[in-house]
């Protein structure tokens, strides 16, 4: 097989990879905003009343969340194999399904709240006061997060990452400023931080109307009947480990809170609070370019370019490395004014300090099973993704967090620095174990499980968007067909195609056409050109003769000579497959 040069799809990665870290930040920033806000404007006990409330965070994101990212990983599977319908079947479905359980948890909002707190802090108080009028107000916004959440997600996988990205911006720009006014000029206290959150992912949607008015849509809203909603289960198969990390999330924060405060206390709690908001900063930067994993290798899955998944996530590797270490640096040199922006002072200051630092040595591991579980989600292998995360965040965290904190307090009479070692611990046991789960389930593979080529005999190579190189498409074509014994007949349609194709995509592709990769794949009976650009968007199918306002020469001779032809528009490229 000759190789392509990848130039077109590194280039389409780039696009994705900023809009993915300020998606991934703006998601993250909302809760790091509240911490920050409510601790030094109100008060430590507040900010750990905001940690307190996770488990019930959590569940309110849970449908919208896992719905979200399995059904786009499933819709863009389906885009991969040309399937429209099917993605916008499923779309509808997840969006109906994630409405109608955000406004069940609104109608419980009021009766529930104030037992869920009881029950989350163990008895009544001021912590207790806090912690209920948080939640109260995030499960009356349940709907409006499920559906931002979903959306976003969506948004993806459909070409449009940036408008995710300017979404969740939006959203926490306004949480910024009504954080702000809500705490520091009304009486509404904590209630005004979950507030500005809900109110600040329901003034954004207005720039899901950008993507309903896009003539780059794939999916699109259609009429269900009561069998439709079956579709659903794509979604939920391709969310499962999703699924899991929310639902092992809501276990992790409800055993981590009731073992902390139990061993330590509060002041326990505001360790572990920086720390966890730590975290999330990491998860801000890396976790956005790892998130473009989902979006891209799902499409290239289904397409079968397995070449394309290597070149992915080998660049998403490299791009996240490099981003986390100047991240661990920042944390070990600044780490005292970290702990001052969360309202750290004192001998309370100097602990989190110490924890701090050791927890920071959590985060190359953490990041390489962060990869782990977006990759095998987007190849369907949801067993090694579950399993990863259900150890990472419920059976390893759990006893690590106790036996971590059970120690130090043996050694310092504190043991607030076993939060860290708990989570150092929890991150390289996860590692290793998924390392001899994938070797049980996979012998003999390596980490990418997928075939080191495509399938089938392949032509893989690239051209410059120049007439000039476009001449050289038909005797490249010819001569492969002739070494691997395809008939005369055969390889000559395979070689008129091509050029037919990429000589109209150098005519009318428009400036942003610098580069054409071409495939053909000879596999069974079957030959296959696919041809991809990242021209003006095009569809083949649709074009009809017209000789009096515009001809496009060679497309209707295309499709007269070939078996079949589909074309759909992803990853922000034309993808056009050809078979004979």
């Given at each position: 097989?000759?190789?392509?040069?990848?130039?077109?799809?590194?280039?389409?990665?780039?696009?994705?990879?900023?809009?993915?870290?300020?998606?991934?930040?703006?998601?993250?920033?909302?809760?790091?905003?509240?911490?920050?806000?409510?601790?030094?404007?109100?008060?430590?006990?507040?900010?750990?009343?905001?940690?307190?409330?996770?488990?019930?965070?959590?569940?309110?994101?849970?449908?919208?969340?896992?719905?979200?990212?399995?059904?786009?990983?499933?819709?863009?599977?389906?885009?991969?194999?040309?399937?429209?319908?099917?993605?916008?079947?499923?779309?509808?479905?997840?969006?109906?399904?994630?409405?109608?359980?955000?406004?069940?948890?609104?109608?419980?909002?009021?009766?529930?709240?104030?037992?869920?707190?009881?029950?989350?802090?163990?008895?009544?108080?001021?912590?207790?006061?806090?912690?209920?009028?948080?939640?109260?107000?995030?499960?009356?916004?349940?709907?409006?997060?499920?559906?931002?959440?979903?959306?976003?997600?969506?948004?993806?996988?459909?070409?449009?990452?940036?408008?995710?990205?300017?979404?969740?911006?939006?959203?926490?720009?306004?949480?910024?400023?009504?954080?702000?006014?809500?705490?520091?000029?009304?009486?509404?206290?904590?209630?005004?931080?979950?507030?500005?959150?809900?109110?600040?992912?329901?003034?954004?949607?207005?720039?899901?109307?950008?993507?309903?008015?896009?003539?780059?849509?794939?999916?699109?809203?259609?009429?269900?009947?009561?069998?439709?909603?079956?579709?659903?289960?794509?979604?939920?198969?391709?969310?499962?480990?999703?699924?899991?990390?929310?639902?092992?999330?809501?276990?992790?924060?409800?055993?981590?809170?009731?073992?902390?405060?139990?061993?330590?206390?509060?002041?326990?709690?505001?360790?572990?609070?920086?720390?966890?908001?730590?975290?999330?900063?990491?998860?801000?930067?890396?976790?956005?370019?790892?998130?473009?994993?989902?979006?891209?290798?799902?499409?290239?899955?289904?397409?079968?370019?397995?070449?394309?998944?290597?070149?992915?996530?080998?660049?998403?590797?490299?791009?996240?490395?490099?981003?986390?270490?100047?991240?661990?640096?920042?944390?070990?040199?600044?780490?005292?004014?970290?702990?001052?922006?969360?309202?750290?002072?004192?001998?309370?200051?100097?602990?989190?300090?110490?924890?701090?630092?050791?927890?920071?040595?959590?985060?190359?591991?953490?990041?390489?099973?962060?990869?782990?579980?977006?990759?095998?989600?987007?190849?369907?292998?949801?067993?090694?993704?579950?399993?990863?995360?259900?150890?990472?965040?419920?059976?390893?965290?759990?006893?690590?967090?106790?036996?971590?904190?059970?120690?130090?307090?043996?050694?310092?009479?504190?043991?607030?620095?076993?939060?860290?070692?708990?989570?150092?611990?929890?991150?390289?046991?996860?590692?290793?174990?998924?390392?001899?789960?994938?070797?049980?389930?996979?012998?003999?593979?390596?980490?990418?499980?997928?075939?080191?080529?495509?399938?089938?005999?392949?032509?893989?190579?690239?051209?410059?968007?120049?007439?000039?190189?476009?001449?050289?498409?038909?005797?490249?074509?010819?001569?492969?067909?002739?070494?691997?014994?395809?008939?005369?007949?055969?390889?000559?349609?395979?070689?008129?195609?091509?050029?037919?194709?990429?000589?109209?995509?150098?005519?009318?592709?428009?400036?942003?056409?610098?580069?054409?990769?071409?495939?053909?794949?000879?596999?069974?009976?079957?030959?296959?050109l696919r041809i991809r650009d990242n021209g003006v968007n095009f569809n083949p199918l649709e074009y009809?003769?017209?000789?009096?306002?515009?001809?496009?020469?060679?497309?209707?001779?295309?499709?007269?000579?070939?078996?079949?032809?589909?074309?759909?528009?992803?990853?922000?490229?034309?993808?056009?497959?050809?078979?004979?």
């Amino acid at each position: 097989m000759e190789n392509r040069n990848n130039r077109l799809l590194n280039a389409k990665l780039n696009k994705y990879i900023v809009p993915g870290i300020m998606m991934s930040l703006a998601l993250q920033l909302g809760n790091i905003v509240d911490t920050i806000f409510v601790s030094n404007l109100i008060g430590v006990e507040a900010m750990s009343a905001v940690t307190m409330s996770l488990p019930v965070e959590t569940i309110v994101q849970l449908t919208g969340y896992c719905l979200g990212v399995g059904g786009s990983i499933a819709a863009g599977n389906m885009l991969g194999k040309r399937d429209k319908e099917g993605a916008s079947r499923l779309f509808s479905a997840t969006f109906i399904v994630t409405l109608v359980v955000g406004l069940l948890f609104s109608l419980i909002a009021f009766p529930a709240a104030g037992p869920i707190a009881r029950f989350l802090v163990s008895g009544d108080g001021v912590l207790t006061t806090y912690t209920r009028d948080y939640i109260r107000i995030s499960m009356l916004g349940a709907p409006v997060i499920g559906i931002g959440l979903m959306m976003v997600n969506y948004l993806g996988v459909e070409n449009h990452p940036e408008l995710a990205s300017v979404y969740l911006i939006a959203a926490n720009v306004i949480n910024l400023v009504l954080d702000y006014i809500f705490l520091r000029f009304t009486p509404l206290g904590v209630t005004g931080a979950s507030l500005s959150t809900v109110l600040g992912f329901l003034f954004a949607m207005v720039v899901f109307l950008f993507y309903i008015r896009s003539d780059k849509r794939n999916i699109s809203f259609v009429r269900l009947n009561a069998k439709d909603f079956g579709i659903v289960k794509e979604a939920v198969v391709t969310g499962v480990p999703m699924l899991v990390f929310m639902a092992t999330n809501f276990v992790k924060a409800l055993g981590l809170n009731t073992i902390i405060m139990n061993q330590i206390g509060e002041d326990g709690m505001a360790v572990f609070t920086v720390c966890d908001n730590v975290l999330l900063i990491v998860e801000m930067l890396t976790g956005g370019i790892i998130g473009v994993i989902p979006n891209v290798a799902g499409i290239l899955f289904g397409e079968k370019d397995y070449v394309g998944i290597r070149v992915l996530c080998k660049k998403m590797l490299k791009y996240s490395y490099i981003v986390l270490a100047v991240i661990f640096v920042l944390i070990m040199l600044f780490t005292e004014q970290i702990t001052i922006m969360f309202g750290g002072g004192g001998e309370l200051g100097r602990e989190m300090v110490h924890a701090l630092r050791i927890f920071a040595l959590c985060v190359v591991p953490y990041l390489w099973n962060k990869f782990t579980v977006s990759y095998y989600e987007s190849i369907e292998e949801t067993a090694i993704a579950s399993f990863v995360t259900f150890l990472e965040n419920a059976v390893a965290v759990l006893p690590a967090t106790f036996i971590g904190i059970s120690i130090w307090k043996q050694i310092d009479g504190i043991g607030t620095n076993g939060i860290g070692v708990a989570f150092v611990a929890t991150e390289v046991i996860t590692l290793i174990a998924a390392w001899i789960f994938r070797k049980i389930k996979h012998k003999n593979s390596t980490f990418y499980i997928v075939p080191d080529q495509n399938p089938g005999t392949n032509l893989d190579f690239s051209i410059k968007s120049t007439m000039e190189e476009a001449g050289a498409v038909n005797r490249k074509i010819l001569e492969f067909c002739k070494e691997n014994g395809v008939s005369g007949n055969r390889a000559n349609l395979a070689a008129v195609c091509a050029e037919e194709m990429t000589v109209n995509i150098i005519k009318f592709g428009g400036k942003t056409s610098n580069w054409i990769d071409i495939n053909l794949c000879l596999e069974d009976d079957i030959c296959q050109l696919r041809i991809r650009d990242n021209g003006v968007n095009f569809n083949p199918l649709e074009y009809s003769y017209d000789h009096e306002e515009f001809d496009i020469h060679g497309i209707e001779l295309v499709k007269k000579i070939s078996k079949s032809m589909d074309y759909i528009r992803a990853i922000d490229m034309n993808n056009t497959i050809i078979s004979f």
